[in-house]
């Protein structure tokens, strides 16, 4: 064995051992991984898509575009893992059987992708042959079963997404969910919601940081997120217990902390830095007038206030300290549509607030009760 063909046993060793390291993590341990292929994978295409994105009008039209980049990161993985198996084969196969690297390479494939093309009669590169065909077809069935589960966390996740539309506006918005369920009689219902968001949240966390794929499949409909939907519920709460700490449920506070905690989960999957425990004093980046454009919706609702905004604001913003800065990082990774209270994105568009449309026979266009 010549030195050259020494470093490729090595290299082809070391590169087999790290991909199915990286299947392994991300396909079968049901826990957070590091997922560097992933992320790597997803940053590539953040980066190529950004030039794109700034010659498409509309935010319609550049979510069609981002709407691609969660299933082609999804193909180019899958794809990554077989093409790194095949040089990993073909190098361990070269490195014994010695020839041309080429012809290494094309039994390596042969092999993985069980065609049975190519071979290479020798006792020790046959017995990696067979190695390589188990292992490539281990990779592609567990990379099929993979799809369903994903698809089916994806589903549950969107279902609750699009139920908080109706709710909530799109796209969402805390103040608008408090004001539309004081506006149809509804605040009794606000305990249920944030047990069921509070579920959700911990369904989520769950799910994808097993999966982090699901962070970059965008909802159906162009103006909703579930990072936005998240939010606005955490914003929901946060305003409640500021504004009505009396008679706030202990559920909103529940369904905060577990939000905040799904938040922090997603962020450790992808390595995103935040303080854990942040002082209820620090700054935040919504700045007052923003909380006032909330404060004014309510008060056109007719929420019931317990503190004076001026007081609330405090309080406020000691709940929202607590998971701001991780929707911030999450924004920038996921790109979430431009909503109110957001980390404004002029490049992709301007926050639109949503809005009730009251039509009726006698006035057809209806009136807008902006929020």
């Not at 012809?103 to 017995?127: C, D, K, N, Y």
């Amino acid at each position: 064995m010549t030195p050259w063909q020494g470093l490729a046993l090595a290299a082809g060793i070391a590169l087999l051992l790290g991909t199915t390291g990286s299947v392994f993590t991300t396909l079968v341990v049901p826990r957070a991984s590091s997922a560097r292929l992933l992320r790597a994978i997803s940053a590539l295409y953040a980066k190529l898509s950004i030039p794109a994105l700034r010659l498409r009008r509309g935010y319609e039209a550049k979510d069609k575009l981002l709407g691609l980049v969660g299933p082609l990161g999804i193909v180019t993985l899958f794809v990554s893992w077989l093409c790194l198996l095949v040089v990993g084969f073909g190098l361990v196969i070269w490195s014994i059987a010695g020839g041309l690297l080429s012809h290494a390479l094309g039994v390596a494939g042969s092999s993985v992708f069980t065609l049975g093309v190519l071979s290479i009669h020798q006792g020790g590169p046959e017995a990696i042959e067979f190695v390589a065909a188990g292992v490539g077809l281990l990779v592609v069935a567990l990379e099929i079963a993979y799809l369903p589960a994903l698809y089916s966390a994806f589903s549950a996740r969107e279902a609750d997404v699009t139920l908080l539309a109706t709710r909530a506006g799109v796209p969402a918005w805390g103040p608008e969910l408090l004001a539309r369920a004081q506006r149809f009689s509804l605040v009794d219902e606000l305990p249920e919601l944030y047990r069921r968001w509070e579920r959700w949240a911990a369904a989520v966390a769950e799910s994808h940081t097993n999966y982090p794929t699901l962070m970059w499949l965008r909802s159906p409909q162009p103006w909703r997120s579930w990072l936005t939907a998240l939010t606005a519920t955490l914003d929901a709460a946060a305003l409640q217990a500021a504004l009505a700490p009396d008679s706030v449920p202990l559920d909103a506070r529940l369904c905060l902390q577990v939000g905040s905690n799904c938040l922090r989960s997603l962020a450790d999957a992808l390595h995103i830095a935040y303080d854990p425990d942040p002082l209820p004093t620090a700054p935040i980046r919504l700045a007052y007038e923003e909380y006032q454009e909330g404060i004014a919706r309510l008060e056109r609702a007719g929420f019931g206030f317990e503190r004076s905004p001026e007081e609330a604001w405090v309080h406020f913003r000691g709940w929202r300290v607590n998971y701001e800065s991780v929707v911030d990082a999450l924004t920038d990774v996921v790109v979430p549509p431009p909503a109110p209270w957001f980390l404004p994105r002029p490049w992709l568009g301007s926050a639109a607030y949503p809005f009730v449309r009251n039509r009726t026979p006698d006035d057809p266009e209806g009136s807008r009760s902006h929020s």
